[in-house]
């Protein structure tokens, strides 16, 4: 039940919705991004709503089409095994393994690969699956994602094969100087070198609280997406306000505070392991 006395008498809204988003604005330093004009050709930049510029797939998702399992884990000693069963698409030993399987590739999620062997330098466990990404930089780069990203628009990716990485550094180079991360930075796609710091509207968001740049941190602690990370938590915060809790009916009737988030991805993108650190002590 709703306390209707929490709501007599309300006070009259003393500003427009608009005027509050621009005050908020401002007192977050946040300022309209200026129009980018089109291109001589009239192809100039698509920009997305939130003022990056499209970049289309990413860097890894051009390794991930162009490399095999054979092509990451052969050099690093590992050898492929028959399949013990049915589901199983490739099964792979490590190198020194006692156990016929060390890791599979199953046939319903090709993408990544199940390590279940404590000595091989990966993860273990079925929740940890890994991608070919995620497993070339546990591999060579000591699980760090951004170094083996630079590497690969440089075409000089460690455990990369060499015809890979002279086809990803000729197709980024190709597509543009370079490419605008979550931070706002610019990043060349020549030398994967930070270009420019300046932050862009997703940066000014993240900057604006305390609060919100400890779950931007945390989240790349845990190598996982800041804006999933944080809709996680929003999910969790709504649920623990009660019941009783509302917002004043200055239309209608009171409305609850609820929430839905819907984490979208391709499989092994991470969508289960954000719910992880969402439940952390730490965040």
């Known amino acids: ?22 005050r908020l604005e401002a007192e977050a330093g946040i300022t309209a991004e200026p129009t980018t004009p089109a291109a001589a050709n009239g ?3 698509n920009l997305v709503p939130n003022g990056f510029e499209q970049i289309g797939a990413c860097v890894f998702d051009t390794l991930t089409e162009s490399v095999s399992w054979a092509d990451i884990l052969g ?14 698409a490739e099964a792979w030993k490590r190198a020194g393994g006692t156990h016929p399987v060390s890791a599979k590739v199953l046939k319903v999620n090709p993408h990544v690969l199940v390590n279940w062997s404590e000595d091989s330098g990966l993860p273990v466990g079925a929740g940890q699956k890994r991608t070919k990404p995620r497993v070339l930089a546990d591999l060579h780069y000591n699980g760090n994602e ?29 597509r543009r100087a370079a490419v ?3 931070t706002g930075e ?6 994967g070198e930070v270009l420019t710091s300046t932050p862009g509207p ?14 931007h ?3 790349r602690a845990r190598r996982v997406g800041p804006w999933a990370l944080f809709g996680i938590l929003l999910v969790r915060t709504a649920a623990n306000i009660p019941a009783n809790v509302v917002l004043p009916p200055l239309v209608g009737g009171p409305a609850s505070l609820n929430v839905f988030v819907a984490l979208v991805s391709a499989s092994g993108g991470g969508k289960g392991s954000v719910n992880r650190p969402g439940n952390a002590g730490g965040c």
């Open 1 to 22: 039940m709703v306390n209707d006395d929490t709501f007599m008498s309300p006070e009259p809204p003393s500003e427009t919705f608009d005027e509050m988003l621009a």
């Open 43 to 45: 192809k100039g930049p």
């Open 75 to 88: 050099p690093a000693g590992w050898t492929q095994e028959d399949a013990p069963d049915n589901a199983t």
């Open 146 to 174: 951004s170094a083996l990203a630079k590497d690969l628009v440089r075409g000089e990716a460690r455990g990369v094969p060499a015809r890979i990485n002279d086809a990803i550094r000729t197709e980024w180079s190709s």
């Open 180 to 182: 605008t991360i979550d």
């Open 186 to 191: 610019q990043v060349s796609t020549a030398t």
């Open 202 to 215: 997703a940066a000014h968001f993240w900057i604006a609280r305390d609060v919100l740049q400890h779950i």
């Open 217 to 219: 941190r945390f989240a």
